[in-house]
């Protein structure tokens, strides 16, 4: 199971919780949930702000991954959403790909947009904000 190494408030009622590779079980979610940020039949949902501390985890070879808003900070999960669209550049997920800890995901025929900038823009992140710069597309 991934370890928390972070957790920050994104506002009223929401958090962000970030977490690394750390620790053994299952690691990741199959498939997105039912109000996955990647999905985008689910815009409005969370706060901008969530998204501004989410942001490292699209940058090249981050370390941190985004999680699973569902798994919750107690049982914590890589999104299946990031998986399927924000991970290409993660070096933590590209190592357990590697290492094999990561198996099948899919996307259950949802429309998911296509990068983090994407989700981020549609969800009230300015396409100029700073903490986008480095996001990989």
């Not at 890589?78 to 190592?95: E, K, M, Q, T, Y």
Request: include cysteine; charged fraction near 15%.
């Amino acid at each position: 199971m991934p370890k928390v190494t972070r957790i920050r408030p994104a506002g009223p009622g929401h958090q962000v919780v970030t977490i690394t590779g750390q620790g053994s079980g299952p690691c990741h979610m199959t498939s997105p949930c039912p109000d996955c940020p990647w999905r985008v039949d689910a815009v409005g949902v969370f706060p901008a702000q969530a998204f501004r501390h989410s942001a490292g985890t699209a940058y090249d070879m981050a370390q941190h991954t985004f999680a699973c808003h569902s798994a919750g900070a107690e049982n914590p999960r890589i999104c299946a959403g990031f998986l399927l669209r924000g991970a290409d550049h993660n070096l933590s997920v590209r190592l357990k790909y590697i290492q094999g800890q990561i198996g099948h995901v899919h996307d259950g025929g949802l429309e998911l947009h296509n990068s983090y900038r994407a989700m981020a823009v549609a969800n009230g992140v300015s396409p100029d904000d700073p903490v986008l710069a480095d996001c990989r597309d």
